[in-house]
């Protein structure tokens, strides 16, 4: 799983097992190790209707209505979007998606992602 914040806006792209593991157990949960500290991100299906965040214990989770993750792995959609007002007037925008194969040569692993559609 990885995670994009930027301003008000957090993206999170999964891989293929990822995205079924999600949608069969309903949560998925990820560190990153800074010494002293440690940040947590977590997708966690949800009752709700929809996208929901949260940031508590240094830990950001996502909330995801059951009914966007039911036959998520097996169709083709993409992703889900939402934004989130907050208190100040503003609004955190939410993103979670299917993470392709990139176009470029990169050194990462890509076997377990999806198929890039502009490849196809």
């Not at 989770?61 to 966007?68: A, N, Q, R």
């Amino acid at each position: 799983m990885k995670i994009r914040i930027y301003g008000n806006s957090v993206r999170f792209r999964l891989s293929k097992s990822e995205v079924g593991k999600l949608e069969e157990e309903g949560y998925l949960e990820e560190t990153t190790d800074f010494g002293t500290a440690q940040l947590s991100y977590a997708l966690q299906k949800s009752g709700g209707d929809e996208l929901k965040a949260r940031f508590e214990d240094n830990k950001i989770t996502l909330d995801i209505p059951v009914k966007l993750l039911t036959g998520w792995a097996a169709n083709n959609t993409v992703g889900f979007e939402g934004n989130m007002p907050l208190g100040n007037g503003g609004s955190l925008y939410m993103l979670i998606e299917k993470d392709f194969k990139c176009l470029d040569n990169v050194a990462e692993d890509q076997s377990d992602n999806y198929d890039n559609p502009k490849t196809c």
